[in-house]
């Protein structure tokens, strides 16, 4: 599961990040093999200038694929932390580029939902209170987003009757 709660006996913490199905290790694999894959039509042709004209289109194919791989991982560094104390509830999200974007409401007053259609995504998770409305984990899984409605109700319970 791509998030991780920490737990205290006032304070329950979850951070929240995108799957990754590719490793780095993986990425450096899958770059490796699409080069000696492409390069096998190629060997008929050492030793002649057809092997010229046709090379820097191998190496354009696989810069493509290696600029394709990053840039999706430079897009999913995203983060999310949420810190629940029994005073306040606080939403910190992290984009991969601008601004880090906060979110506070008093823990009470804050209210868990899921909205099984109509969102953006199925099974759209959003916190409540304080006059806003902010969605945490959009990123995540339908299946984890269903897992993560119900952990944030149970620790939004817990805490708010202590505050």
């Given at each position: 599961m791509p998030h991780r709660w920490s737990n205290t006996t006032d304070e329950r913490q979850v951070t929240l990040w995108p799957h990754r199905?590719?490793?780095?290790?993986?990425?450096?694999?899958?770059?490796?093999?699409?080069?000696?894959?492409?390069?096998?039509?190629?060997?008929?042709l050492l030793g002649t200038v057809f092997l010229w004209g046709l090379l820097p289109f191998l190496l354009l194919a696989v810069a493509g694929l290696w600029w394709a791989l990053e840039h999706t991982y430079k897009t999913a560094e995203v983060l999310e932390t949420l810190t629940i104390t029994p005073e306040q509830t606080r939403l910190v999200h992290q984009p991969p580029k601008g601004d880090v974007l906060t979110?506070?409401?008093?823990?009470?007053?804050?209210?868990?939902?899921?909205?099984?259609?109509?969102?953006?995504?199925?099974?759209?998770?959003?916190?409540?209170g304080n006059g806003r409305e902010v969605e945490i984990g959009r990123f995540l899984s339908e299946k984890e987003r269903k897992i993560l409605i119900g952990e944030l109700k149970e620790a939004l319970k817990d805490l708010a009757g202590k505050g």
């Amino acid at each position: 599961m791509p998030h991780r709660w920490s737990n205290t006996t006032d304070e329950r913490q979850v951070t929240l990040w995108p799957h990754r199905s590719l490793p780095r290790r993986g990425f450096a694999a899958i770059i490796l093999m699409a080069f000696l894959l492409a390069t096998v039509p190629l060997y008929g042709l050492l030793g002649t200038v057809f092997l010229w004209g046709l090379l820097p289109f191998l190496l354009l194919a696989v810069a493509g694929l290696w600029w394709a791989l990053e840039h999706t991982y430079k897009t999913a560094e995203v983060l999310e932390t949420l810190t629940i104390t029994p005073e306040q509830t606080r939403l910190v999200h992290q984009p991969p580029k601008g601004d880090v974007l906060t979110w506070e409401c008093n823990t009470y007053w804050t209210r868990a939902q899921i909205y099984l259609t109509g969102g953006p995504v199925e099974h759209y998770v959003t916190l409540s209170g304080n006059g806003r409305e902010v969605e945490i984990g959009r990123f995540l899984s339908e299946k984890e987003r269903k897992i993560l409605i119900g952990e944030l109700k149970e620790a939004l319970k817990d805490l708010a009757g202590k505050g």
